[in-house]
């Protein structure tokens, strides 16, 4: 009985440690996904993925559950390694070393917090582009059903930031939902 007990207790911390974030490329282009992490813009280097989609195809990534800081976005014009991107650059090639903060993209944002009585435990959620550009028109979407859309510099502030103060761009679900940022929806 001990030993269900722990093995369960094992489990449900496995499944609860992570929720994934897909990206698909509905371009008629490829799209350089990448993904980092900088919490209030300080770079943390130790997660980082990056690489090449042709249309049609994806690729789905971890993130802790609690983890603050986490964006994601797609360059596009890259050469053989991954780099020198037309759009989104960063520093680094195929992996990016930077988490993309000079990109200029359209990012999708990802963190962790607890509102207590007002919602508990969430994954907060949004479309960004402050500071740069729409560099390929974006959707994020969770499993829950709630989306944003943004195809171009001029959508919807309740869609994506396009300053600081648009919070109404804000999203957040559930700490088990996944996620999936969509190129050319
Ligand atoms: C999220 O993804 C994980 C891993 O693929 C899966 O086990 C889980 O059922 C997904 N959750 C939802 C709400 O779709």
């Given at each position: 009985m001990k030993f269900t007990a722990v093995a369960a207790l094992a489990a449900s911390i496995a499944s609860a440690s992570?929720?994934?974030?897909?990206?698909?490329?509905?371009?008629?282009?490829?799209?350089?996904?990448?993904?980092?992490?900088?919490?209030?813009?300080?770079?943390?280097?130790?997660?980082?993925?990056?690489a090449k989609l042709n249309p049609g195809e994806s690729i789905t990534w971890g993130v802790d559950n609690y983890a603050l800081g986490i964006r994601g976005w797609g360059r596009t014009g890259c050469d053989a390694n991954g780099a020198n991107c037309a759009t989104g650059a960063c520093n680094g090639g195929m992996v990016c070393n930077d988490a993309g903060i000079t990109a200029h993209a359209l990012y999708s944002e990802y963190?962790?917090?607890?509102?207590?009585?007002?919602?508990?435990?969430?994954t907060y959620w949004d479309l960004s582009f402050v500071g740069g550009n729409v560099n390929i028109p974006g959707r994020l979407s969770s499993t829950d059903g709630a989306s944003t859309t943004c195809t171009s510099?001029?959508?919807?502030?309740?869609?994506a930031y396009h300053i600081d103060s648009d919070h109404a761009a804000m999203r957040s679900s559930s700490i088990s939902d996944n996620l999936t940022h969509t190129f050319c929806p």
């Open positions: 992570a929720y994934t974030v897909t990206f698909k490329n509905q371009c008629s282009y490829a799209v350089w996904p990448a993904m980092g992490k900088a919490p209030n813009g300080a770079v943390d280097p130790s997660f980082a993925y990056g963190g962790y917090g607890d509102a207590g009585q007002w919602g508990g435990q969430r510099n001029s959508c919807p502030t309740d869609q």
